[in-house]
């Protein structure tokens, strides 16, 4: 059996179809039973038009990590792809459409930039879709024909993804389609009929279970819905709108309700409402409205009410990079606010986590009565993933609220002092327990009072609830790892499968390296990943910003400096990056 | 002024050779190499020997792709230039590009010929000129055993040896068309015979194939003025003719090939035609001449470079020694080495 | 050449029918119009409405197929299989990415064979002038000269040399071209209009021009070139040397042509190729056609080597003949190669002969080819220096009163369509002069139109070649008649007809309606649709070109760049606001008096 681990790209200009192609490739291998990875860019601009591409990695193995080179390239706009030369494999097949509308001269061409050992297959797009199915409009479908055909994948995988995709149009479209990926399947099949590669054709699937195309958006709002969400407050801002549009769909049909709110502020108030009254809300932003929100998270903080926000962090500082990926709101998150808030922060790492850390997210939100931050970012939010289908038990679904004992009736304290710090929470209209909640400091009774002692012991209680959510909270994770290691690398969010993959690779080298995944970032596993410290000659940090900010927050659980691995390219942190960073550490221990 | 742009046509020894030559001379140009075909330059007349399994597909290829980036020269692969406009000097390709020169040297090699009476039964001929030819013919031979030669010229004695090696049977209707550029005769026809024959090829004598049939998919059957016969396949090797067709009204002089003095320059400025595709005048031959074989070619594609950055060389076309044109003697009479 | 025809006249008129949407505009606008964007009907020297007999074909309209083209050039069955095509050459779909030229004359052909038995001919005719006219020739000027005529009410005879009328279409063109049953019948529908014909009279020989001036009130001498051209190099008068001409019209008249095996034709024209594929037909074995040039400048059309090669016939170019040599009959010809040389101010290629490269090459049979003149015929008025008399190629007049030319026998060796367009002008000038005014004039035809069934895809159709008779052998059954090219068959016609882009049809934003939105830029085939800020016009006021725009605040209109445009109505399609009008124009003769009868 063969391995594969094959990156296309599908590159054009905003209407081209280039979204859609894309999309059909990862279903369609994704129905074939491989891994798949994806991930499309647009342009930055909300309106107007721009450059789009797709990358999809495709492995007989499981895909933790975009393809940084491209084995393939669709290119339905020739200008447009230069600019993916530089990502190119040396050898990478390239489809081109070789009898385009109008002339084009040589800066402006692909073909001229392309490197020698490329391989390219012109195919007439437009003109294979205008004989077919009378419209050039099918010129993506021929493309993707053409693609299918030269890497020998079945074309029934396409021909079922595109009945699907297209369905709800009607058969009218469906057939077009069909028809226009037809002709660009059998023209390749027989003009390059010596040149065929057999890619996929003799590699055997890795048939793990049922598997969904899911992106983290789309993840975050199953999982909300999954786990009985009722109410959704937000303000749509790139990359988290996505969710909001997802429960849109979705959540009204099980009897909740989407509302979208004047501001972010306004959004956080509602779901602290929504929790206030016992129901499940939640509500997602990116950045800037998370600074908004801030104000009210400590409220929540003080008055102990639950709530559940996803930051779909993007390029910063203000407005920033909205299409771009960061990793810098962490400080934000963990420290943003004023006093002493502690809250629960977690950071799932791939589309699978998204899903349950965000069902996690409420059972958290409820038992520890304090906000939970989900911290994804625009790379995380927006790359699919076929993933086993994700599925809630019906544990993971229950309600975790902590209601007051019966005994404790009439003589219900809110704020009780508990070991734990957990004080049983009514809900209002409960008979007999006298509901308060208030952003002062107060006693337990719920009393404002501004008292050393009540301050003191109330912060303390409000802290020790969070220690105590250490052990419901998932504990830091080792791959690939031993006993000691030359190099020990902790990640975090989206880089992480950046970071598996060039341990992977490295170990295979013969290197003593490893890799620890922290995915609660608040409160802090400390034990753990001080021992996974202790035992790295050297401990490697790489994070999607500038300061470090995972890196802070840890470093000092361990004497020694840790090396820091920082990039705010706003892209996708590359595999080849950590590999090449950890070798040059390595090189550094040999001497 | 922006840098000077040089193409060249074709990726066979001839435009490789040019390509290098244009280099090492201290050209800082920008090179671009077009090539139809969509594999590295390699050695035709290895071909039979690949064909035989006595060489393995690598050793066909001269260059590896690392050299054209090492040179800095764009070598584009499986890109068809499709006509010419000498006086905008712009090159047109087949996908629509369009790419401008400051100077051109065309080197598009040859094509196999196949006369336009036989191109009727095209399909069912397998020709030899490239490492695709070449692979058909392994496929084919995996389940035929006898295969009957069309022609006569250089590559159908070359692999009728290695079919022979192979074990298979192999018969040859010798064809006049194929000894072109040299006048074909009967003294021709009788020592191409009866070398053949010493071999253990059978000759089959004819005038004329009337109609090929495909009987099933590795029997064929050929009827003749004079006998009919059977075989697995057919392979056709009437020599090559120049790959000119695209510049057809150009401008350009095109006979077989395209005319180029002895400077190997064509009517037009700063553009130059070499190896199988250009035809120059010889004295001796009193015939246009067309050059064959690979040593020639790459002394060609050296001159033509030279003399497109300003030298004056005059090509030499072939020493007078063998070129006996009274005799049969020239140095294309490949029949007499088989 | 065609100024004549294109010039209409000092009066401009503009005469609408508003009832029918139908306008005739004389305006030169609409001229040059139509000069640029029916570029086949341009070229045609007929101006054959070449899109409309296509179109007619498509809509299996057979019959209306044959007369669209009848009205002009009266032979489609005869044209459609010898006509040279130099429509082909100008059919937009040739152009650099768009494909191959429409298969025009073979569609021709396909009305002809495909039109029912049942099929009537329809010529309007003219009440009787009272005028006589003589016409001295049956070819194809003369042919079209006496039809013309004819219907404008001439009494017209015409003096034939040969026993059956037809010149070179029935002694020039070989029966595998050219079947003698298609010519008849459309001989024979011309001279149906009344006209006289008598055969076997040679004028000069048996008759002088003078008797024949004196007796009509006008004489048109349209008598062909039948005057071979010699080399001029010694050796041509030996046994087994043939001129082109004379072995041809030796064949067509059904004498016993004897031919050698290996025989070499030298000459350049389609009269060279006859000969070859006719020795061929006789028996040859092994037959050579010599060139001075390179086979590329050779005027013949490609199919025609193509289709000569495929039956044997080897080409040798870059040959000059030096001398024919042998005892008594020949053995030989003697060649200098040649090489070409900086082409001149005339657009052909000139070649020299290398000296010193002298070779033989041998046959037993050689034919010259090289082209013939016309014969000398005494008369009055200016003659050359052979003594052939000459006249004007604008009006077809001779010096002497009354006596015109036309045809080859004006302008030298041309084509069947030419002498057929010259035939029709002179008629028309000697209408003109003798009545002293014009009877007909071409205008352009403007109607309202709508998008028509036309699909994208149809542009994408490859073209249909001709069947021919195969294997080759065939061909040479029953002495040789066997028509080469059989014809399409009524669905191959169908898919042939598909491909022209109806370039009559006529595609107009209206800039008042226009938003702007570029979804018809968007959808374009080709860079057809552009963003303007400026239009030029040439002296006439048409549209000569555009001052184009990327810059949005410079846009002052969206144009549709007819002499771009592919006709396939995919911008009226995406149309959001329907502001695209389609309309056909039409470049058609019309009369300036009425009919009589039809």
């Known amino acids: 059996m063969t391995e594969v681990d094959f990156t296309v790209e599908v590159c054009g200009m905003a209407g081209d179809g280039t979204i859609a192609v894309g999309g059909l490739i990862n279903e369609a291998m994704s129905l074939g039973a491989f891994s798949v990875l994806g991930f499309d860019s647009y342009p930055a601009e909300i309106r107007g038009f721009g450059r789009c591409v797709t990358n999809s990695r495709i492995g007989s193995s499981e895909i933790v990590a975009l393809g940084e080179q491209a084995h393939a390239l669709i290119s339905l706009n020739d200008e447009q792809s230069r600019s993916r030369v530089p990502f190119l494999a040396e050898d990478c097949m390239v489809f081109f459409d070789s009898a385009p509308p109008t002339k084009v001269t040589e800066d402006k061409s692909l073909l001229s930039v392309l490197p020698p050992g490329a391989q390219i297959f012109g195919i007439p797009f437009g003109n294979l879709a205008v004989s077919a199915a009378g419209s050039a409009r099918g010129r993506n479908l021929t493309a993707l024909g053409g693609f299918a055909a030269v890497c020998g994948i079945s074309p029934d995988l396409f021909r079922e993804v595109i009945g699907k995709k297209f369905g709800s149009k009607g058969d009218h479209i469906v057939s077009v389609n069909l028809k226009s990926f037809d002709a660009g399947y059998e023209y390749s099949k027989s003009v390059f009929a010596n040149r065929l590669g057999n890619i996929f054709s003799d590699v055997e699937s890795n048939a793990a279970s049922p598997r969904v195309m899911l992106s983290g958006n789309q993840a975050i709002g199953m999982a909300a819905i999954d786990a009985g969400l009722k109410l959704y407050f937000g303000y749509p801002i790139t990359p988290a709108t996505p969710i909001m549009e997802y429960l849109a769909k979705y959540l009204p049909k099980q009897g909740g309700r989407v509302v979208q709110m004047e501001d972010e502020i306004s959004s956080i108030a509602a779901v602290l409402g929504g929790f206030y009254a016992g129901a499940r809300a939640m509500t997602a932003t990116s950045g800037p409205g998370f600074a908004l929100m801030t104000e009210l998270i400590t409220h929540g903080v003080m008055a102990e009410i639950p709530a559940v926000i996803i930051d779909a962090q993007r390029g910063g500082p203000s407005t920033g990079l909205p299409t771009k990926t960061e990793q810098s709101d962490l400080h934000a998150a963990v420290f943003g606010g004023p006093g002493d808030s502690a809250r629960i922060v977690i950071a799932p790492t791939n589309v699978s986590e998204c899903y349950y850390f965000v069902l996690k997210s409420f059972q958290l939100a409820e038992k520890y009565q304090t906000p939970v931050i989900i911290l994804t970012d625009f790379f995380l939010d927006n790359r699919v993933e076929n993933v086993v289908a994700p599925k809630a038990s019906e544990e993971q679904k229950a309600c975790s609220n902590v209601f007051p004992e019966e005994s404790s009736k009439d003589n219900y304290q809110r704020y009780h002092y508990s070991s734990s710090g957990i004080s049983p929470r009514a809900i209002p209209g409960m008979e007999g327990f006298n509901f308060t909640a208030t952003g002062l400091e107060h006693t337990e009774k719920g009393i404002p009072d501004y008292s050393p002692e009540t301050h003191s012991r109330m912060t303390e209680k409000r802290h020790q609830k969070l220690f105590s959510a250490l052990v419901d909270l998932k504990e830091p994770e080792e791959f690939l790892s031993g006993d000691s290691l030359d190099v020990g690398v902790i990640g975090w969010g989206s880089t992480f499968g950046s970071i598996v993959e060039a341990v992977q690779r490295l170990r295979k080298s013969g290197f003593s390296v490893g890799a620890l995944k922290i995915s609660s970032i608040f409160p802090l596993h400390s034990e753990i990943i001080r021992k996974f410290m202790a035992k790295s000659t050297v401990v490697l940090i790489p994070e999607l910003n500038y300061e470090g900010q995972l890196a802070n927050l840890i470093g000092h659980l361990d004497s020694k400096p840790v090396e820091r691995l920082n990039l705010v390219t706003g892209t996708p942190m590359p595999t080849s990056v950590i590999q090449e960073r950890i070798y040059q550490l390595m090189e550094v221990l040999a001497q | ?338 | 050449m065609q100024e004549g025809l294109w010039n209409p006249g000092k009066t401009i008129s503009q005469t609408q029918n508003w009832k029918s949407g139908v306008s005739y505009s004389c305006d030169p606008a609409d001229f040059s119009y139509m000069k640029v964007n029916v570029p086949c009907q341009d070229a045609c020297p007929a101006l054959t409405n070449i899109p409309s007999y296509i179109r007619a074909l498509y809509e299996e309209k057979f019959a209306t197929s044959y007369e669209i083209n009848r009205m002009v050039n009266l032979l489609p069955g005869t044209l459609g299989r010898i006509c040279s095509r130099p429509c082909e050459l100008k059919c937009r779909h040739g152009e650099a990415g768009l494909g191959e030229p429409v298969n025009i004359c073979h569609i021709k052909k396909a009305a002809s064979d495909l039109r029912g038995l049942g099929h009537s001919y329809m010529t309007p005719r003219f009440a009787p002038v009272g005028k006589t006219v003589a016409i001295v020739g049956s070819g194809p000027a003369g042919l079209a000269a006496a039809h013309d005529l004819a219907m404008m009410g001439f009494d017209v005879t015409i003096l034939e040399a040969f026993e059956e009328p037809g010149g070179m279409l029935r002694y020039g063109i070989p029966e595998f071209r050219l079947p003698r049953i298609i010519l008849s019948e459309e001989i024979a529908n011309i001279l149906r209009l009344g006209i006289s014909i008598k055969t076997g009279v040679r004028v000069g020989v048996d008759l002088t021009l003078e008797s024949i001036m004196s007796n009509y009130d006008a004489t048109l001498i349209a008598a062909g070139c039948y005057e071979p051209m010699e080399l001029g190099i010694p050796g041509e008068d030996l046994l087994g040397v043939y001129t082109g001409l004379n072995f041809v019209m030796d064949v067509a008249k059904g004498l016993d042509v004897r031919i050698g095996k290996k025989v070499m034709v030298i000459g350049a024209g389609f009269t060279a190729f006859d000969c070859s594929r006719l020795a061929l037909r006789l028996g040859a074995e092994d037959v050579t056609l010599c060139i001075r040039g390179l086979e590329e400048d050779l005027r013949v059309t490609t199919d025609e080597i193509v289709e000569a090669k495929r039956e044997g016939i080897r080409i040798q170019s870059l040959l000059l003949s030096k001398g024919v040599y042998g005892g008594g009959h020949v053995k030989g010809v003697e060649f200098f190669r040649t090489r070409p040389v900086e082409r001149s101010s005339e657009s052909r290629r000139a070649v020299e002969p290398i000296f010193g490269s002298e070779f033989v090459l041998e046959a037993d049979s050689v034919i010259l080819a090289i082209g013939q003149a016309p014969q000398r015929i005494p008369g009055p008025g200016k003659q050359n220096d052979r003594g052939v008399i000459i006249a004007d190629f604008g009006n077809f007049r001779s010096t002497a009163t009354n006596l015109y030319l036309a045809g080859d026998y004006l302008t030298g060796p041309s084509t069947v369509i030419e002498s057929i367009s010259s035939g029709r002008r002179a008629a028309g000038k000697i209408a003109e002069d003798l009545l002293g005014k014009k009877l007909k004039e071409w205008v352009v035809r403007i109607k309202d139109a709508k998008l028509t069934d036309r699909q994208r895809s149809w542009d994408l159709i490859p073209r249909v070649e001709i069947p021919t008779v195969l294997p080759v052998e065939d061909r040479f059954q029953s002495k040789g008649f066997v028509e080469v090219e059989t014809g399409y068959l009524p669905e191959q016609a169908h898919d042939e007809s598909k491909r022209c882009y109806l370039c009559y049809l006529h595609y107009e934003i209206d800039v008042n309606k226009c938003i702007y939105c570029r979804y018809c830029i968007d959808n374009a085939p080709r860079d057809c649709i552009k963003l303007v800020n400026d239009i030029f016009t040439d002296e006439t006021g048409a549209v000569s070109g555009y001052l184009e725009t990327t810059q949005w605040t410079e846009v002052s209109a969206v144009v549709i760049d007819n002499s771009q445009c592919v006709r396939c109505g995919e911008c009226v399609r995406v149309c959001p606001v329907d502001c695209i009008s389609v309309s056909r124009m039409d470049l058609v003769e019309r009369f300036l008096i009425e009919e009589t009868e039809a």
Request: with cysteine; charged share 25%.
């Open chain 2, 1 to 338: 002024m922006s840098r000077q742009s040089f193409v060249i046509i074709g990726n066979g020894p001839a435009a490789n050779q040019a390509a290098e030559s244009l280099r090492s001379q201290g050209s800082e140009a920008k090179i671009t190499m077009l090539s139809k075909d969509s594999f590295r330059g390699y050695l035709p007349h290895l071909l039979p020997d690949f064909i035989s399994g006595s060489i393995g597909e690598e050793s066909l290829y001269f260059r590896p792709h690392a050299y054209y980036k090492e040179k800095n020269i764009f070598l584009r692969l499986g890109q068809k230039a499709v006509g010419i406009d000498f006086s905008k000097r712009r090159i047109f390709l087949e996908h629509r590009e369009v790419i401008s020169f400051d100077g051109l040297i065309i080197a598009t090699g040859g094509k196999p010929r196949i006369p336009e009476y036989y191109q009727l039964f095209e399909d069912l001929m397998l020709t030899l000129k490239t490492p695709q030819d070449a692979k058909l013919w392994i496929s084919k031979l995996k389940s035929v055993d006898s295969i009957l030669m069309l022609g006569g010229d250089l590559t159908s004695l070359s692999l009728t040896r290695a079919l022979l090696k192979m074990g298979k049977t192999i018969q040859f209707i010798i064809n006049e068309d194929s000894f072109w550029p040299i006048p074909y005769s009967e003294e021709i026809y009788k020592a191409v015979a009866q070398r053949l024959e010493s071999k253990g090829v059978q000759v089959v004598h004819c005038n004329k194939i009337r109609r090929v049939t495909q009987i099933d998919e590795n029997l064929i059957e050929v009827d003749t003025d004079t006998c009919s016969v059977r075989t697995g396949a057919i392979g056709a090797f009437f020599g090559l003719v120049p790959d000119v067709r695209f510049l057809v009204r150009s401008g350009l002089d095109i006979d077989r090939g395209i005319l180029v003095d002895e400077f190997l320059k064509t009517r037009f400025e700063d553009v130059f035609a070499v190896g199988d595709c250009a035809q120059v005048y010889h004295p001796a031959l009193r015939n246009y001449w067309v050059s064959i074989g690979y040593q020639n070619a790459a002394t060609l594609g050296k001159i033509a470079a030279s003399n497109l950055l300003g030298s004056d060389l005059e090509a030499l076309v072939a020493p007078e020694s063998i070129l006996d044109v009274g005799g049969v003697k020239v140095n294309t009479s490949w029949w007499t080495e088989f």
